[in-house]
């Protein structure tokens, strides 16, 4: 849909009183796709600045030269092929 996402991406999680460290909600995202943040104050200065940074953001392009079927198949069997040479 070519539509840029925003991620809460908090650097920590507290269930049940444990404290989990979240390294990232977000693996894929990158400056093409979206914008992470962490705090209401970092999301507020976002939504501020959002509609000037909208032409920055491309999305669909980036998925359609990182992440088809075909570019992730091929990914992995570079992965498995050198994995294989190493051996």
Known sequence: ??????V?????????????????SCPYLSDSTGLQW?????????????????TTFQPRRWVLENMTDEISAKKLLEIVFQEQVSL
């Open 1 to 6: 849909m070519d539509v840029p996402t925003l």
């Open 8 to 24: 809460w991406c908090p650097r920590e999680l507290v269930i049940e009183g444990r404290k989990y460290p979240v390294f990232s």
């Open 38 to 54: 962490t705090t209401a104050c970092e999301l507020d200065q976002l939504l501020k600045d959002f509609p000037e940074r909208l």
